[in-house]
């Protein structure tokens, strides 16, 4: 049974600022047990999984940093994060990938018979996602899913079709520009106890595409075959380099903000 621990919220000496973002300095395990306290508790948590791409674009938005500031939990998805926290000397536990937690907090979800809802991608991708997510945790229910295709006049619609289905967690794969602003803007009205954007997660869970390898991810070059895989990435791929020069040059700014 897992014990529900009220005052485990991360303190600001569990968190490091990097140029404004406060990223946790948990381990995995500790994030679950965290999160799981949150959701047994029924306390709404946006978790962002963010990296150095999502850091800049904050840099370039008033709008992104603060939607990002106000979410209940930052976990540094990135290597470049990693490394950025240690450079500054005010080191993370390790990284925290969003496609991993995924799988950890199902993996509670089927000893507490949590329930799920999936929202994002195309239909035939959510769909497939979906069913093999429902295979591989039994025990979870899935309670829903809708694909990611639709604008702001049908919000009030999506927002009614999972508040019915009342899940415990809300899995948001819409695109860093998209899902986290989203989910920040309707959080509150979804009333769902932990809510995280996992990017191209339904993706990989579906077969679409393959995660890198086991010697790219431990390389920390997983950046490098998903622009292999996806040239067209490069331009928002340039954000790694700039964010490298940058906490390179502004060391002693990087914590501050």
């Not at 049908?154 to 508040?163: C, G, L, S």
């Not at 009205?189 to 991810?217: C, H, W, Y």
């Not at 622009?227 to 928002?236: A, V």
Request: hydrophobic share 40%; charged share 25%; aromatic share 8%.
């Amino acid at each position: 049974m897992v014990t529900v621990n009220l005052n485990s919220a991360p303190n600001a000496e569990d968190r490091v600022s990097i140029f404004g973002v406060p990223f946790s300095k948990m381990n995995m395990q500790q994030t679950v047990n965290h999160l799981t306290d949150r959701i047994l508790s029924r306390q709404v948590t946006q978790v962002i999984t963010a990296n150095p791409i999502m850091v800049m674009s904050a840099l370039e938005s008033p709008e992104y940093m603060a939607m990002m500031k106000r979410a209940e939990l930052v976990v540094p998805d990135g290597t470049g994060v990693v490394w950025a926290a240690k450079h500054v000397g005010n080191p993370v536990a390790e990284r925290v990938p969003g496609f991993e937690l995924l799988h950890h907090l199902l993996r509670v979800g089927e000893s507490q018979g949590w329930k799920v809802y999936l929202l994002g991608s195309s239909p035939e991708i959510v769909r497939e996602t979906y069913d093999r997510l429902r295979a591989q945790f039994p025990k979870v229910s899935f309670v829903g899913y809708r694909d990611g295709f639709f604008g702001a006049s049908e919000d009030a619609e999506v927002i009614r079709a999972i508040r019915e289905t009342n899940p415990d967690l809300l899995f948001v794969a819409r695109g860093a520009d998209t899902q986290e602003p989203w989910i920040a803007r309707y959080k509150q009205e979804l009333n769902v106890p932990l809510i995280m954007g996992v990017g191209g997660s339904f993706d990989v869970i579906s077969g679409k595409t393959k995660r890198a390898p086991a010697a790219f991810q431990k390389l920390h070059l997983e950046w490098f075959y998903r622009l292999l895989k996806e040239p067209t990435r490069y331009k928002r791929m340039l954000a790694l380099p700039k964010f490298a020069v940058k906490v390179l040059r502004d060391k002693e700014n990087v914590q501050k903000g």
